[in-house]
C-alpha cells in the first residue's frame, strides 16, 4: 500500500485502562504513541492519511469491541515515548537523528451509545474476513475495508 487519494479505514486497538475512548474524548487529539511493531508502525508511517477514519477497539476488556470513531489528524511524525527514557514504551535503539518509531494523531470524532461487541461481530458473515478476526491476528493497528467499515457502523446504534 502506499498514499492515495482514497478514503482509508482503519482499526486501532486500545485497553481502555490505558487509553479509552472516553480519554481521547477528553483529550480531543492524541499521538497513538506506543506502538512496537513495525508492520503498524509502517501502516502509520506509509498509509494512513489525514481524514481517514478510525474505529477506536477497546481490547483487553470485558467485553473487548468497537466502542467509538476518531480520525486521523496528522501523518505520522517520530513517537516522542521512544526517546523518554521514563517512558514504558522507550526503545534505546531510538533516537532524534534516527526515531525508529512512529505515530499518527488521531482526534475524537463519536462514542458509540453502546460497545459493538467482538462476539457480535463475529456473528455478522459480511464481517467474516475482517483481519480482527483472524485466528492469531495480534496487531494493533488494523485496515478495514469500506465495506466492513460500513457494516460496524451499521451496528453502533442499539
Known amino acids: 500500500m502506499s498514499k492515495s487519494t482514497t478514503q482509508?479505514?482503519?482499526?486501532?486497538?486500545?485497553?481502555?485502562?490505558?487509553?479509552?475512548?472516553?480519554?481521547l474524548r477528553r483529550a480531543g487529539t492524541t499521538?497513538?504513541?506506543?506502538?512496537?511493531?513495525?508492520?503498524a508502525r509502517n501502516f502509520m508511517m506509509n498509509d494512513m492519511k489525514v481524514g481517514d477514519d478510525v474505529l477506536v477497539y477497546h481490547s483487553n476488556a470485558n467485553p473487548p469491541g468497537v466502542a467509538g470513531?476518531?480520525?486521523?489528524s496528522r501523518l505520522a511524525v517520530?513517537?516522542?515515548?521512544?526517546?523518554?527514557?521514563?517512558s514504558p514504551y522507550f526503545d534505546p535503539k531510538a533516537s532524534a537523528e534516527k526515531p525508529i518509531w512512529y505515530c499518527v494523531e488521531v482526534r475524537f470524532a463519536e462514542a458509540f451509545p453502546r460497545l459493538i461487541a467482538l462476539e457480535q461481530i463475529r456473528q455478522r458473515p459480511e464481517l467474516k474476513d475482517l483481519l480482527l478476526l483472524r485466528r492469531g491476528m495480534r496487531l494493533s493497528i488494523q485496515p478495514v475495508?469500506?465495506?466492513?467499515f460500513a457494516a460496524l457502523l451499521a451496528l453502533r446504534s442499539p
Request: charged residues 30%; negative net charge; hydrophobic residues 35%.
Open 31 to 39: 499521538l497513538w504513541e506506543g506502538v512496537r511493531n513495525y508492520q
Open 69 to 72: 470513531l476518531a480520525k486521523v
Open 78 to 86: 517520530p513517537d516522542p515515548t521512544a526517546t523518554q527514557r521514563r
Open 145 to 148: 475495508t469500506a465495506k466492513e
Open 8 to 23: 482509508g479505514y482503519w482499526l486501532m486497538k486500545t485497553e481502555p485502562e490505558v487509553f479509552s475512548i472516553e480519554d
